[in-house]
């Protein structure tokens, strides 16, 4: 039995545009090998199309990325 509590940090910048990025932070508090899927909290520096489309990613296909990784560990 283990338990994982993760934060990532990271830096975007949309391929179309160089100058338009965002940071921001990805947490997930406390889940175990038990867990069918993991809860992202990503927190951004500010809102605007650009960052609710990298949320959107980050919570869709990080998500299933980082669990079965995770998982992987056990």
Same mark, same amino acid.
């Given at each position: 039995? $283990?338990?994982?509590?993760?934060? =990532?940090?990271?830096?975007? /910048? ?6 338009? %990025?965002?940071?921001?932070? /990805?947490? /997930?508090?406390? $889940? ?6 993991? /809860? ?12 609710? @489309?990298?949320?959107? =990613? ?8 980082? $669990? %079965?990784?995770?998982? @992987?560990?056990?």
């Amino acid at each position: 039995m $283990f338990e994982f509590e993760l934060e =990532i940090y990271f830096d975007a /910048v949309k391929t179309t545009d160089p100058n338009t %990025k965002c940071k921001g932070k /990805v947490k /997930v508090q406390e $889940f175990n090998q038990d867990d069918d899927e993991l /809860v992202l909290d990503v927190t951004q520096e500010k809102t605007d199309d650009f960052v609710q @489309s990298v949320k959107k =990613i980050l919570n869709n296909e990080m998500n299933e990325l980082l $669990f %079965k990784t995770v998982m @992987s560990l056990g």
